[in-house]
């Protein structure tokens, strides 16, 4: 795919962007009820991990995971590899569009039905990434870039409402529970992943992985920053019990007298975020279903992504109730395993067979 | 190409607000149908039902209350739209007065409610309105003004007065939630909603006020006086008048082996002298520290005692203390009861300097 290359940073920063929708959702929420007043050093905890993943990634699956299963494990277990990351990225494709659509049905003030919401999403989804992959990384880089302004501004105005209170002491007594708060991280971080599926189209650097390396730092800085920042605002206890912890931390701040209300704008930005997730998803879906199908062209298996996503996301999830139950144990706890788990096996089976 | 202009085109439409009962976009609502509330005050009412009173914006010309009552604050929320003209917005709601009986039932529900609504904030400053209902509070200060321009007046002074301190909804669920008690701010049902110390919430249920004395001592624990004046007594016998510009306090444990015995609460406090000698020599300056040391010191034991008699850790003393001594954090934070222990308080003042017109 000589015409559909992307670079690593282009790569990076699309991922980057995408984890910030699902790291809202989970920070610091779930790190809070685990760890307490502890729960914004989970992020810090679980960077060895990340940090270890990403250079498995980086030096193991230079040619995308789909090509790298197919490789290791031979084309018929290569393939059923494939389907089953298929069908594991199309259940989070589906639970990600109803948590985003529920959302924004939430943000509108209105308890009309979340079809639209959902069709608009999935739609939008389609659009982005059946064009080739050097567009929705190009989208990706807007995104970065804006999300980026939209943190910066939020968390830099949420910081003067910390209190220390809320982030202090943190004791040696408290290291087992940061460490239980890091499965929900390491959860998050397993969407990863779909990430490394993509690595096929990425143009081979020199420095690629320092340049992961130092992408993953950043990223567990971030997201320190931002549980901190949450958690100093509300506390473990009230923090725990939010949907949202960094909405409601953004519905707090803006400039007196002058531009209060700056969640709508933050609220608004988020989208693309969202965006960026759902697109990763599909992109690595349809990646992870030409190869399983031996499709010819990647943007074949687009629309049936997409398509098996919306029914998903209508009747997999009964209701939100079932849809949170789903987000806060399924999806963490296969992330560990899809993410993290299957990777490592995959590059161990990779260098115990001798494979280059 | 066309027809994909075209399928855009018609889809367009639903975007134009014209088709607005389609049940697909969310209503539109113009600012001049809307009637913005400022104030929100929750009481108890018959059957363990709520009675809302709301007030709209000070810009308006007269300030307009609405009240509805039912089960639930959402039920009851539910009634006010249907009291007014306009579409009440509590998007922008500064205040919310809890009153006393609803207090003493449980403030939970209320500051749940807070933390759900998609419109209110948690930013909203809380208050108690003591020996009345919120709706006799609003009411009342509607009658001359309105209850949100009261309650906005009494926060930005309350430096000042030194024995009322703004505190929002997040704070007390904050509190609620870390140490099991918290304080809120108290005002009286009069026309100008008068301060009157603090109501001292445990287990999410008002127990006690905090007035006089134990509310000034409050404020010192928090550092939250900017021109409280003490009047002590000179040597000379003389009136002195000193203005307290700062205060800052900090906690210490008192151990017993691995045991708690007691707390330590210790305030550096800093003062002027407003009136008295303009030139007071250091014997003089030595008395009159060492008597407002002694005065806030009451202050602060009678803020303390209260939180002994009511077994309230309203102050945040164990966390406090925690920080000081991290090692000792699951002695100090595994316990919300203050039964047992010995409070103690004392203070340290610096006068620094006096007040000359020619500075």
């Known amino acids: 795919?000589?015409?559909?290359?992307?670079?690593?940073?282009?790569?990076?920063?699309?991922?980057?962007?995408?984890?910030?929708?699902?790291?809202?959702?989970?920070?610091?929420?779930?790190?809070?009820?685990?760890?307490?007043?502890?729960?914004?050093?989970?992020?810090?905890?679980?960077?060895?991990?990340?940090?270890?993943?990403?250079?498995?990634?980086?030096?193991?699956?230079?040619?995308?995971?789909?090509?790298?299963?197919?490789?290791?494990?031979?084309?018929?277990?290569?393939?059923?590899?494939?389907?089953?990351?298929?069908?594991?990225?199309?259940?989070?494709?589906?639970?990600?569009?109803?948590?985003?659509?529920?959302?924004?049905?939430?943000?509108?003030?209105?308890?009309?039905?979340?079809?639209?919401?959902?069709?608009?999403?999935?739609?939008?989804?389609?659009?982005?990434?059946?064009?080739?992959?050097?567009?929705?990384?190009?989208?990706?880089?807007?995104?970065?870039?804006?999300?980026?302004?939209?943190?910066?501004?939020?968390?830099?105005?949420?910081?003067?409402?910390?209190?220390?209170?809320?982030?202090?002491?943190?004791?040696v007594e408290d290291l087992s529970a940061i460490g239980w708060a890091t499965l929900p991280v390491l959860g998050l971080l397993g969407y990863v992943v779909f990430a490394a599926c993509l690595g096929g189209n990425v143009v081979p650097e020199q420095e690629g992985g320092r340049r992961v390396l130092r992408w993953a730092a950043g990223l567990c800085l971030t997201l320190t920053a931002l549980q901190t920042v949450c958690l100093g605002n509300f506390g473990p206890g009230l923090a725990g019990r939010m949907d949202t912890p960094f909405f409601m931390m953004v519905k707090g701040i803006g400039f007196e007298g002058t531009f209060q209300r700056i969640e709508s704008v933050i609220i608004a930005l988020w989208v693309l975020s969202d965006l960026a997730l759902l697109s990763l998803l599909a992109c690595a879906c349809s990646q992870l279903a030409r190869t399983a199908f031996a499709l010819k062209e990647r943007r074949h298996a687009v629309l049936p992504v997409v398509l098996a996503a919306a029914a998903g996301a209508i009747w997999l999830f009964p209701d939100a109730f079932a849809l949170d139950r789903a987000l806060e144990g399924p999806v963490l706890w296969g992330g560990i395993g899809m993410g993290l788990g299957i990777p490592l096996l995959l590059a161990l089976v990779k260098v115990c067979t001798g494979k280059k | 190409m066309k027809k994909t202009v075209l399928v855009l085109l018609l889809l367009m439409l639903l975007l134009t607000g014209c088709r607005r009962y389609a049940g697909i976009l969310p209503y539109a609502r113009e600012i001049e149908d809307m009637e913005l509330i400022r104030t929100l005050g929750v009481d108890g009412a018959e059957g363990a039902g709520v009675a809302i009173t709301a007030s709209g914006d000070r810009a308006q010309e007269e300030t307009q209350v609405v009240s509805g009552q039912a089960g639930t604050i959402s039920a009851a929320v539910l009634?006010?739209?249907?009291?007014?003209?306009?579409?009440?917005?509590?998007?922008?709601?500064?205040?919310?007065?809890?009153?006393?009986?609803?207090?003493?039932?449980?403030?939970?529900?209320?500051?749940?409610?807070?933390?759900?609504?998609?419109?209110?904030?948690?930013?909203?400053?809380?208050?108690?309105?003591?020996?009345?209902?919120?709706?006799?509070?609003?009411?009342?200060?509607?009658?001359?003004?309105?209850?949100?321009?009261?309650?906005?007046?009494?926060?930005?002074?309350?430096?000042?007065?030194?024995?009322?301190?703004?505190?929002?909804?997040?704070?007390?669920?904050?509190?609620?939630?870390?140490?099991?008690?918290?304080?809120?701010?108290?005002?009286?049902?009069?026309?100008?909603?008068?301060?009157?110390?603090?109501?001292?919430?445990?287990?999410?249920?008002?127990?006690?006020?905090?007035?006089?004395?134990?509310?000034?001592?409050?404020?010192?624990?928090?550092?939250?006086?900017?021109?409280?004046?003490?009047?002590?007594?000179?040597?000379?016998?003389?009136?002195?008048?000193?203005?307290?510009?700062?205060?800052?306090?900090?906690?210490?444990?008192?151990?017993?082996g691995d045991r708690l015995t007691g707390l330590k609460v210790h305030c550096e406090v800093d003062a002027n002298l407003a009136e008295g000698s303009a030139m007071p020599d250091e014997a003089t300056l030595s008395a009159l520290e060492e008597e407002l040391a002694r005065v806030e010191a009451e202050r602060m034991e009678a803020a303390l005692a209260l939180s002994r008699t009511l077994d309230a850790d309203y102050l945040g003393l164990r966390a406090s203390a925690a920080f000081r001594t991290p090692w000792r954090k699951t002695a100090l934070l595994g316990s919300f009861s203050m039964a047992g222990l010995k409070l103690e308080a004392s203070a340290r003042a610096v006068i620094q300097r006096s007040y000359h017109a020619d500075g």
């Not at chain 1, 494990?73 to 389907?83: D, N, S, W």
């Not at chain 1, 089953?84 to 308890?111: H, P």
């Not at chain 2, 909203?124 to 001359?144: F, H, N, P, S, W």
């Not at chain 2, 930005?156 to 701010?185: C, H, I, W, Y």
């Open chain 2, 79 to 256: 009634e006010l739209q249907g009291e007014g003209s306009s579409y009440l917005y509590f998007g922008h709601v500064t205040q919310l007065l809890l009153g006393e009986e609803l207090a003493r039932r449980g403030v939970m529900p209320s500051l749940n409610y807070v933390l759900r609504d998609v419109e209110m904030r948690l930013e909203t400053a809380l208050y108690l309105v003591r020996g009345g209902t919120a709706g006799q509070a609003i009411e009342k200060a509607a009658a001359d003004g309105s209850a949100t321009d009261r309650l906005e007046a009494l926060a930005d002074d309350a430096g000042l007065t030194a024995n009322s301190m703004p505190r929002t909804v997040k704070d007390v669920l904050a509190e609620l939630d870390r140490q099991g008690a918290s304080f809120v701010p108290a005002v009286l049902a009069d026309g100008g909603l008068t301060a009157a110390g603090y109501g001292i919430l445990k287990d999410g249920a008002l127990v006690g006020w905090a007035e006089g004395d134990a509310a000034l001592g409050v404020n010192l624990i928090f550092g939250k006086v900017d021109a409280d004046v003490v009047e002590v007594q000179a040597p000379d016998g003389a009136k002195a008048a000193l203005r307290v510009v700062g205060a800052a306090a900090s906690v210490g444990p008192v151990w017993d």
């Open chain 1, 1 to 171: 795919m000589p015409d559909d290359r992307i670079s690593l940073r282009q790569l990076l920063t699309l991922t980057f962007a995408a984890l910030l929708s699902p790291a809202i959702q989970v920070l610091p929420g779930l790190t809070a009820r685990r760890a307490g007043v502890g729960g914004w050093l989970a992020t810090l905890a679980a960077l060895p991990v990340l940090l270890g993943l990403c250079w498995v990634l980086c030096r193991l699956f230079r040619s995308g995971l789909p090509e790298t299963a197919v490789e290791t494990l031979g084309p018929a277990a290569g393939r059923g590899l494939c389907l089953l990351y298929l069908v594991w990225g199309v259940w989070l494709l589906a639970a990600n569009t109803r948590q985003v659509a529920l959302r924004f049905l939430t943000i509108s003030y209105r308890n009309s039905p979340m079809l639209l919401f959902l069709l608009a999403l999935l739609g939008v989804t389609f659009w982005l990434v059946r064009k080739p992959v050097r567009a929705l990384a190009r989208a990706g880089e807007v995104f970065f870039l804006t999300l980026t302004v939209g943190l910066v501004l939020s968390l830099g105005l949420g910081a003067f409402q910390v209190d220390l209170v809320n982030l202090l002491p943190v004791w």
